[in-house]
């Protein structure tokens, strides 16, 4: 079974970015991993000093994340599927951006 953790900074004057991480890994194993990345980008900041914010670190853990088996996926909340059943079988639709649902499959039983 795959997990999904959510990853989020918020920044000066309300900046914020988020990440979907799906994995494996239980929280207790993926919350060790997440302490191995701040480490070794806390590492990096001090050897090298190219860390100048936030938002610069978190892509740094991310990357670092994707590194050592971690997916990130990223949430589009524009679009949402429905799987509902009729009298004749089952349909797909698809809700877009402007709340109008599209019937995207209709099977027949035959």
Not at 5 to 27: A, F, N, P
Request: proline share 2%; glycine share 4%; aromatic share 16%.
């Amino acid at each position: 079974m795959m997990n999904i953790y959510k990853l989020r900074y918020v920044w000066y004057e309300g900046d914020e970015g988020y990440t979907y991480i799906v994995t494996k890994l239980s929280r207790e194993s993926f919350e060790n991993v997440l302490r191995k990345g701040i480490q070794a980008i806390n590492k990096l900041t001090e050897a090298e000093y190219t860390i100048k914010c936030l938002p610069e670190g978190y892509e740094k853990l991310v990357a670092w994340l994707e590194e050592h088996n971690c997916l990130v996926a990223n949430y589009n909340p524009n679009y949402e599927y429905f799987v509902d059943d009729c009298k004749d079988g089952f349909t797909v639709q698809r809700r877009d951006e402007s709340y109008t649902w599209v019937e995207l499959c209709h099977e027949n039983k035959e």
